[in-house]
């Protein structure tokens, strides 16, 4: 049993208009608030911690009849900002993105494109 999260509302609201990053520290819930959307919508969740999923993002392999992509632990890729910026580019309407990853996720970069 999930315990039901505060931001879990406005995260599928977000993900009606938007790409969606999800950032805080080890622990604390990212994961599991991913998991509970991905039971309610459907949608494909690919995980850089898990070698096949890892070459799926790497390779833009990602299922096309999916309407949802969640990218779990995305921050370890070295070229995750510029790599999430083309595909929210060229897929954006036709898949919700939901991106999540530790306090490192800086979205904000003082060169090159911000996510922001």
């Given at each position: 049993m999930f315990v039901?999260?505060?931001?879990?509302?406005?995260?599928?609201?977000?993900?009606?208009?938007?790409?969606?990053?999800?950032?805080?520290p080890r622990q604390c819930g990212k994961t599991t608030l991913a998991k509970q959307i991905l039971n309610e919508k459907k949608g494909s969740c690919y995980s850089w911690d898990i070698d096949r999923e890892r070459r799926i993002i790497r390779d833009h392999k990602?299922?096309?009849?999916?309407?949802l992509w969640i990218f779990d632990e995305l921050h370890k890729y070295r070229m995750w900002r510029n790599w999430l910026k083309g595909v929210y580019d060229f897929h954006h309407e036709r898949?919700?993105?939901?991106?999540t990853?530790?306090?490192?996720?800086?979205?904000y970069s003082r060169g090159g494109d911000s996510l922001q």
């Open positions: 039901q999260r505060v931001i879990k509302k406005p995260v599928l609201n977000d993900l009606e208009q938007k790409m969606v990053l999800l950032a805080g990602m299922d096309e009849a999916s309407p898949h919700s993105i939901l991106v990853g530790s306090a490192k996720l800086a979205v």
